[in-house]
């Protein structure tokens, strides 16, 4: 198994609005891809405006083969759906060790 580690910087008030958005369209994109095993957000106890998606894969094979285009597309109606885009403050690729 992999892990995808997307943080991003959302301010308090207005993660409500990004983590409905992330899910209704993001996780539910990303449900349908071969490999996608599941999804979590923290936030961080010490800074809550920052957030952490981890995404659960079953390999990064097939991770690394959803279609650029389908991820261009969500991101257009994420960032559509919200209004504004939020910094992606950090991106991880992570193996889990036995």
């Known amino acids: 198994m992999v ?9 308090l008030a207005e993660q409500p609005r990004f983590l409905a958005a992330d899910a209704a369209i993001w996780t539910e994109t990303l449900a349908g891809q071969p490999g996608f095993l599941g999804k979590e957000v923290w936030r961080e106890a010490a800074d809550p405006d920052h957030l952490h998606l981890v995404i659960r894969w079953t390999d990064r094979r097939l991770w690394q083969a959803v279609p650029a285009r389908l991820l261009a597309e969500t991101e257009a109606a994420f960032v559509g759906a919200l209004g504004v885009t939020y910094p992606l403050v950090r991106c991880l690729d992570q193996d889990v060790l036995a």
Request: glycine residues 0%.
């Open 3 to 11: 892990i995808e580690q997307l943080s991003f910087q959302v301010p």
